[in-house]
């Protein structure tokens, strides 16, 4: 079956501008969970979604929110970017909701923020 | 708050040797899971471990999870070329999702 898929793959801002960024689960998962990954600061965790309620939310500014459509497909937004939001993006989807299930990760989408 | 210390944070081997990575929690964690992230890619899950005390092998992979459920590790009996990437430690609870810094492991032929 398909795994997760991120969009897009590569994306260059600039401060200021907003993004969104998409993530469709493997069929069947209803939990969608977002990471930061950066060099220094590894895997830094979101927020989860949970048949589209949000479950549990990372330690991010405001600028940062996302939602999860009722066929389980996610997106995330960041407003008014800043240059430390340069990062590889990551979902995971899980059948069980992310505290108890194995987690299956997308490709990731890089952004750039110029 | 709930906080996983992940050490070492780089590792070089040369092959053939052995290699381990340590995970501890100031709290109890309700369970534990590695994963295994190599160069450009996204990580992908290797274990999961649940009990108190519990061990788990596969192949040369040995997982372990403390008795007080507060310290995981793993260990690679003689590293391989194809052990090379990042290994983190994960886990759920208490409404956060946390991973482990990471430790990169470089094996050298």
């Known amino acids: 079956k398909a795994g997760v898929t991120q969009t897009p793959r590569y994306l260059i801002k600039t401060r200021g501008q907003q993004v969104t960024l998409s993530c469709s689960p493997i069929s069947g998962h209803r939990s969608v969970s977002w990471y930061q990954q950066t060099p220094g600061q590894g895997l830094q965790f979101l927020f989860e979604y949970f048949s589209e309620t949000q479950r549990n939310k990372g330690n991010f500014p405001g600028r940062f929110s996302g939602r999860q459509f009722s066929n389980s497909r996610s997106e995330m937004n960041v407003s008014t970017l800043e240059l430390g939001d340069s990062a590889l993006y990551l979902c995971?989807?899980?059948?069980?909701?992310?505290?108890?299930?194995?987690?299956?990760f997308g490709e990731g989408s890089r952004l750039t923020v110029l | 708050g709930q906080q996983v210390m992940q050490i070492p944070q780089y590792q070089h081997v040369q092959e053939g040797e052995d290699f381990t990575t340590y995970c501890n929690s100031s709290?109890?964690?309700?369970?534990i899971q590695w994963y295994k992230q190599r160069p450009g890619g996204h990580p992908v899950f290797l274990i999961q471990?649940?009990?108190?005390?519990e061990v788990k092998k596969q192949k040369r992979l040995t997982f372990q999870f403390g008795e007080a459920k507060k310290n995981s590790s793993l260990h690679i009996t003689a590293t391989q070329t194809t052990d090379v990437g990042t290994y983190f430690c994960?886990?759920?609870?208490?409404?956060?999702?946390?991973f482990g810094a990471g430790t990169r492991l470089a094996v050298h032929p």
């Open positions: 995971a989807s899980s059948f069980y909701s992310g505290d108890t299930g194995e987690l299956f």
């Open positions: 471990l649940v009990k108190s005390g």
């Open positions: 994960f886990s759920g609870g208490y409404n956060k999702l946390i």
């Open positions: 709290t109890t964690l309700s369970n």
